[in-house]
């Protein structure tokens, strides 16, 4: 069981007490009980309509900006950044009613990649719902948040299917940074590969029923999934980390890249 500071389940409970709001989950590395000592504390204030934002002002102290639905961009909602005896405490908004209209669409093999602020690689809706079920409840006066996280437990196969399925954009962008690569154009090859390893890491994921939250640490965690090439999260650092310059050199990063993508796609396929 995790262990919870006091002073955050009491900051829980009186964010749960703030009108608009319908709860409160932790989320994480926190939640997943792979924090270190100084691990930020994520916390995820789901409301609905819309929260009371001079309520929440009020609770963060005057010294902390809090930035209202939208403030933050399309998909990470809003929130505040607090520190507590030196540790950092994220509030992070979430609309309750989003998130229950992204989990339908999930279900119904459904997702959106939207762009949004410290998401280089897009936000991917499936975030939402996968934010619910590996997270934790601190404050749920309703029932609301537990019943959702029961529901959200079992990985949607519809799901499953669309997300390996997106793999193909992979070996489009790989096609496509050929091109580039041609014309020794560094930018336009990076931002390609880029993208086309992290397609691969989001249907590596969900070809194992796992959800994946954002891009931090997700390479490292894909390269250890089962029926994952053994070298896959090696080679991929190796191609991310030194794409290099020239036609010549970037030909040959790609066409490593292509060899990497076909292993993949097999296995996705397998």
Known sequence: ??????RIASMARQLAEVPGVVGVMLGGSRARGEHRPGSDWDLGVYYRGAPDLAALRALAGPEVEVAGPGGWGPWVNGGAWL?????????ILRDLDRVERVWADCRAGRYEVGVQAGHPLGFWSPCYPGEVALGLVLADPAGELTALKARTARYPEPLREALTAGAWEAGFLVDVAAKGAARGDVLYVSLCLSRAVGVLVQALYAHDRRWCLNEKGALAVAGQLPGVPADFGSRARRLLGSVGEGPEVLTATVERARELVGEVSAVLRG
């Open 1 to 6: 069981m995790q262990t919870i500071d006091e």
């Open 83 to 91: 520190r507590v005896d030196g540790v950092a405490v994220d509030w």
